[in-house]
């Protein structure tokens, strides 16, 4: 399974950004996928999860109410929109994929390159 994430770039704050996240190779009806990002000099967080049919959703605290997770069943994408963004939010996006289950930790079996996203203030 490979994973693609795109999306990011520079923004200001307040301003909108949404990553997507695609996926080749094998595929996979069950599991999830999730959004971590990755300040310099911090660890890496969970920022939001999605099951594979979509039914269940996790949100970090701090990006509840402004980021959005999604999925697109039909091509394997999985979509988070970023809006009213802060200069904390910084950092690396990282999309990643487990076969089951769904869970906030980094216990995720693929991982993708990951995107930039910088909010300046």
């Known amino acids: 399974v490979q994973l693609q994430a795109s999306g990011g770039g520079l923004v200001q704050a307040g301003g909108s950004l949404r990553l997507s996240c695609a996926t080749s190779?094998?595929?996979?009806?069950?599991?999830?996928v999730a959004w971590f990002r990755q300040a310099p000099g911090k660890e890496r967080e969970f920022v939001a999860a999605?099951?594979?049919?979509?039914?269940?959703?996790y949100y970090a605290d701090s990006v509840k109410g402004r980021f959005t997770i999604s999925t697109n069943t039909a091509n394997n994408a999985v979509h988070l929109q970023m809006n009213s963004l802060k200069p904390e939010d910084t950092g690396v996006y990282y999309c990643a994929a487990r076969e089951q289950g769904i869970v906030t930790t980094v216990a995720y079996d693929y991982w993708g390159q990951g995107t930039q996203v910088t909010v300046s203030s």
């Open positions: 190779g094998r595929t996979f009806s069950s599991g999830a």
């Open positions: 999605i099951a594979r049919n979509g039914g269940v959703q």
